[in-house]
């Protein structure tokens, strides 16, 4: 689409699918317990929904991440492995004018109990889940300012930290003629 269709285009129900791929990169070290690689490959097919309502638009995602075994975990003699991990996250969007908007954010995740030669380890089991809000303003045709603050509301592990982002973005294409 040139950019004066796209500035027309009216979104009404959008669904879409991904597949995240993570390749087993970064040194990886068997001796190590804790290392900056994986040694496994990571796959994730998400579905996305997306409705608008006038100024509102609600957007929904849902995935699921696979993992391959480490067959050289820990000493190099270890297979370790990792049940799937689900995924789930909503934005609730309302737009005040082109490119300032405001949304509240959430996530849940849940799984990824891990084994280690083939014993589970319920002790690994993950949930959690994050709350936030995002907003943009837009300073000019090519430039808006967005701010984003987020905290967790459930960890089991890890999560449980207040995040606060700035961001600056610069469109390349401007405002549609």
Same mark, same amino acid.
């Given at each position: 689409?040139?950019?004066?269709?796209?500035?027309?285009?009216?979104? /009404?129900?959008?669904?879409? *699918? @991904? $597949?995240?791929?993570?390749?087993?990169? &970064?040194?990886?070290?068997?001796?190590?317990?804790?290392?900056?690689?994986?040694?496994?490959?990571?796959?994730?097919?998400?579905?996305?929904?997306?409705?608008?309502?006038?100024?509102?638009?609600?957007?929904?995602?849902?995935?699921?991440?696979?993992?391959?075994?480490?067959?050289?975990?820990?000493?190099?003699?270890?297979?370790?492995?990792?049940?799937?991990?689900?995924?789930?996250?909503?934005?609730?969007?309302?737009?005040? /004018?082109?490119?300032?908007? *405001? @949304? $509240?954010?959430?996530?849940?995740?849940? &799984?990824?109990?891990?084994?280690?030669?083939?014993?589970?380890?319920?002790?690994?089991?993950?949930?959690?889940?994050?709350?936030?809000?995002?907003?943009?303003?837009?300073?000019?045709?090519?430039?808006?300012?967005?701010?984003?603050?987020?905290?967790?509301?459930?960890?089991?592990?890890?999560?449980?930290?207040?995040?606060?982002?700035?961001?600056?973005?610069?469109?390349?294409?401007?405002?549609?003629?």
């Amino acid at each position: 689409m040139e950019p004066s269709e796209f500035h027309k285009w009216k979104q /009404k129900t959008l669904i879409g *699918v @991904s $597949l995240k791929v993570v390749a087993p990169t &970064g040194q990886y070290d068997p001796a190590k317990i804790v290392n900056w690689g994986g040694n496994r490959w990571a796959f994730k097919p998400e579905l996305a929904y997306s409705q608008r309502w006038g100024k509102i638009v609600l957007d929904a995602y849902g995935g699921v991440w696979f993992y391959t075994p480490n067959s050289r975990f820990f000493t190099g003699h270890n297979e370790r492995t990792e049940n799937p991990v689900g995924a789930f996250e909503g934005h609730l969007s309302y737009d005040w /004018k082109l490119r300032t908007w *405001v @949304s $509240l954010d959430g996530n849940f995740w849940f &799984g990824g109990t891990t084994s280690l030669n083939g014993i589970p380890n319920p002790d690994t089991t993950q949930t959690g889940s994050r709350i936030g809000v995002t907003g943009s303003v837009r300073l000019d045709k090519h430039q808006s300012i967005k701010v984003s603050y987020s905290e967790g509301t459930y960890e089991r592990f890890g999560g449980n930290y207040r995040n606060f982002s700035t961001a600056w973005q610069w469109s390349w294409l401007g405002h549609p003629r």
